[in-house]
């Protein structure tokens, strides 16, 4: 589906225009064509391969996606390829997560937005409204719409975090070791789909700002140096966060073994109790003939008043050790 097809020239908007028509505005010296689609299909997309000449490979990846976040150059034109994370990764439900492929050529932009609804008409508006910057053509349009998906992983990041300090607050509550496990395992998979997400973009982005860059970031180098920034601190935010959450983890689970260790020794101590005046029961039980307190008769109450004692005094020792 086509959300927006609108020519640009020297910064300022010239028109909307219609699909058919692209070719002829390409052709127009100085203006460049921004094509945004949300998951198309195969006749969009090789109606888009046609009219500005994209390479087969890249339509192939953006026609199946799934891809891995990437960036290639096929001659003048570069592919970009990332992730999108938004509301559905930081609560934690199964929602697939969503992907946008960016083709970015000397006088063209097309962006491919697949199985997310949070669109990118905020940042086209960015851009109109910075018409000196505009000027700088696909270059920048580029740069605004990765500098938008990146900075969308900074709430996202912040919600884990305080999902953490949720867990953490809760890691010595009694009986909330097996709660906090799950979801810091829970947690601990949607941070590596933001990891997934940011690890790739951190070993290719140099290419857009450093040495030799492709021909369509010449001129706002320094723009993606700042994207890079960004995903710089998202990546080592990402790892710290990891991190604590498998501290976290260990703590839980030594918590899990202390909990064990005391229901352990309780129960140790009960059947130490009940193993004592077990044992007293069954020596004044044998009725041997030869046991004169058997027949004595105050031997009933006395026999109860040392089993109880020595139960009692059992119980008070344990207790003293913490054991029960």
């Not at 709660?179 to 997400?197: C, P, Q, V």
Request: aromatic letters at 10%; a negative charge.
């Amino acid at each position: 589906m086509i959300i927006n097809c609108v020519a640009y020239e020297n910064g300022r908007k010239l028109a909307d225009i219609h699909m058919d028509d692209i070719s002829d505005w390409l052709a127009r010296p100085g203006c460049f064509v921004w094509v945004a689609l949300q998951d198309p299909g195969a006749d969009e997309l090789a109606q888009m391969q046609e009219e500005f000449g994209l390479h087969e490979l890249a339509v192939e990846d953006a026609r199946k996606g799934h891809q891995r976040p990437k960036i290639e150059e096929y001659g003048s034109m570069v592919f970009v390829v990332m992730h999108l994370l938004g509301p559905a990764l930081q609560e934690g439900s199964d929602e697939q997560l969503g992907e946008l492929a960016v083709f970015a050529g000397p006088n063209f932009v097309l962006s491919v937005r697949s199985h997310s609804a949070h669109g990118f008409q905020d940042v086209r508006e960015r851009c109109e409204r910075e018409p000196e910057l505009l000027k700088n053509g696909a270059g920048f349009v580029l740069y605004a719409l990765m500098d938008a998906v990146v900075d969308r992983y900074f709430p996202v990041l912040d919600g884990f975090e305080s999902g953490l300090e949720g867990v953490e607050e809760q890691i010595f509550t009694r009986g909330a070791a097996r709660g906090n496990i799950e979801r810091l395992y829970d947690l601990k998979r949607r941070t590596g789909a933001l990891r997934h997400a940011v690890v790739p973009l951190l070993d290719v982005l140099g290419k857009l700002h450093g040495g030799r860059v492709p021909s369509v970031c010449a001129g706002v180098q320094e723009y993606f140096r700042d994207v890079h920034d960004h995903v710089t601190r998202i990546s080592g935010a990402t790892d710290a966060v990891r991190d604590t959450i498998g501290t976290a983890i260990q703590v839980n689970l030594s918590m899990v073994t202390i909990e064990e260790s005391e229901t352990t020794k309780r129960l140790a101590a009960w059947a130490a109790i009940f193993a004592a005046s077990t044992a007293l029961a069954g020596i004044w039980g044998m009725n041997f003939t030869g046991m004169p307190e058997l027949h004595w008769r105050y031997g009933y109450p006395v026999a109860l008043s040392v089993i109880f004692t020595t139960g009692v005094l059992l119980y008070w020792r344990f207790r003293k050790a913490g054991w029960l």
